[in-house]
C-alpha cells in the first residue's frame, strides 16, 4: 500500500449522507487514504459510491460500530488520523417503535468508536496525550437534538438540549459522550449538527425521495396532520462541502451548526415538489397535488426546526450554494435518471441482495 499523508474512517459512508461526503473528501484528497466504514443496513448501498470505489485513495470495511472488537481491530489496522462520524439510525418513525436499536447504534456504537480512538491516539506507557496532536475525531448529529421552535427564533451552538424522540435522544447522548471524551481525556473534537438534508442518493423513507417515488408511481402523498410542521432543508452536496471545511479548519472543542437558510412547510414542499414533477414529466398542471393525502400524526413531532448558521458563516465561510428550490430541481432530476435505483432500493429484495453480497 502506497504511503498516504493521512488516513480518515468515515463511518455510516455507504449511506445517504455519507457518500457524499467519502466522495468529497476521496475526489478532492488524493493524497488521503479514506476508509468507508459501513455495516451496510438497508440504507446503507455502495452503489452509491460506483464512481470512486476503484480509486486509489479509497477503501471499504463492512463493520457494524457496535461491535467493539471489531471496531479495535480496524482501528488497529488502519490506525486512522481522522474519524468522520456519521453512521446512525435516523428515522424518526423506527425510533418510535424500535427505541433500543436506536441506543444501541447511536449510543455504544459512538462511544465504542471514541474507546478504538483513544486507544490507538494515547500513548499507552505513559497515559498522555501527545499522539493527540494531528488527530481529530468529527462528530456529525442533528438539530433535533434541541426539541423544537415557536413560529419565530433559532436553533444557536448555544441552544439547550430538549430532545422529544428517542432517535433525537439518542443522538443527543452521542453528543454528550463526544464533549465527555474532550473534556475528560482531551481528545480533540468537533461537533457539527445539521438541518434536513436532501438530494441524489437519499433512501425513500424521508420525505422529498417518497414523495419523488409515489408522484412518478402515481400513489398517495402522505403528509402527517395538517402539513404545517416546518423544516430547514440543507442540500447534502452543500453539506458534505461544510463538514470538508469544519474538518479541516474548524476549532477543536466546538459545535458548528450547518442549515440551509431554506425553511418550508411541508404542505408548500410537497406542493413545489409537485409543480416541478408535474412540469419535468409532461403532466397537467397540478396532477400530482390531488395525490396528497394527510394521515395521522405521528408521536412527539416536533413543530419547528430552524438552523442559524451564522457561525460557519462568519468563522469559516461557509453558505449554501444552491436555494431549494434549485437543489429540489437538482434532485428531481436524479431520481428521475435513476429511476432503476429507486426502484431496487424500494423492492423487498434489496436487503437480502445486500446481505449476500458483502459479508465479512
Known amino acids: 500500500m502506497r504511503d498516504f499523508q493521512k488516513t480518515i474512517i468515515i463511518t455510516g459512508g455507504a449511506g445517504f449522507i455519507g ?24 440504507a446503507g448501498n455502495l452503489e452509491n459510491l460506483k464512481d470512486v470505489e476503484n480509486l486509489p485513495n479509497y477503501l471499504f470495511e463492512k463493520a457494524d460500530i457496535t461491535d467493539e472488537d471489531l471496531i479495535h481491530r480496524i482501528f488497529e489496522k488502519y ?16 425510533s418510535i417503535s424500535s427505541p433500543l436499536e436506536f441506543v444501541k447504534t447511536n449510543v455504544l456504537g459512538t462511544v465504542n468508536l471514541l ?42 451552538e448555544e441552544t439547550k438540549y430538549d430532545p422529544h424522540s428517542p432517535y433525537s435522544a439518542s443522538k443527543a447522548g ?18 457539527t ?33 395538517d402539513g404545517k410542521y416546518t423544516r430547514d432543508w440543507l442540500y447534502v452536496i452543500d453539506h458534505a462541502k461544510a463538514i470538508d471545511l469544519v474538518f479541516h479548519k474548524g476549532q477543536t472543542g466546538e459545535s458548528y ?17 409537485c409543480r416541478q414533477m408535474d412540469e419535468k414529466l409532461g403532466r397537467e398542471k397540478d396532477e400530482s397535488e390531488q395525490l396528497i393525502t394527510f394521515v395521522k400524526d405521528r408521536p412527539g413531532h416536533d413543530l419547528r426546526y430552524a438552523i442559524d448558521a451564522s457561525k460557519i458563516n462568519k468563522e469559516l465561510g461557509w453558505k449554501p450554494s444552491v436555494t431549494f428550490e434549485e437543489g429540489l430541481s437538482k434532485t428531481i432530476d436524479w431520481y428521475l435518471e435513476n429511476q432503476e435505483w429507486l426502484e431496487h432500493v424500494t423492492s423487498g429484495d434489496y436487503q437480502k441482495y445486500y446481505a449476500s453480497q458483502y459479508t465479512n
Open 79 to 94: 490506525r486512522p488520523d481522522g474519524i468522520i462520524h456519521l453512521a446512525a439510525e435516523s428515522h424518526v418513525d423506527r
Open 193 to 225: 449538527n445539521c438541518s434536513n438534508n436532501y438530494g441524489p442518493n437519499h433512501f425513500p423513507e424521508k420525505l422529498i425521495p417518497l414523495c419523488i417515488h409515489n408522484i412518478i408511481n402515481r400513489k398517495p402523498l402522505p403528509i402527517y396532520g
Open 19 to 42: 457518500s457524499h461526503v467519502v466522495r468529497e473528501f476521496v475526489s478532492h484528497y488524493p493524497g488521503y487514504l479514506i476508509v468507508n466504514l459501513d455495516a451496510l443496513t438497508y
Open 115 to 156: 474507546n478504538a480512538a483513544k486507544r490507538i491516539w494515547t500513548d499507552a506507557s505513559t497515559g498522555s496525550a501527545q499522539a493527540f496532536e494531528g488527530k481529530r475525531f468529527h462528530h456529525v448529529s442533528t438539530d433535533e437534538v434541541y426539541g423544537a421552535l415557536g413560529e419565530t427564533g433559532f436553533f444557536t
Open 257 to 273: 451548526n450547518i442549515g440551509g437558510f431554506n425553511e418550508w412547510q411541508n404542505i408548500d414542499l410537497v406542493k413545489e415538489l
Open 174 to 191: 452521542s453528543d454528550h459522550f463526544v464533549r465527555a471524551y474532550s473534556d475528560t481525556y482531551g481528545m480533540p473534537v468537533v461537533l
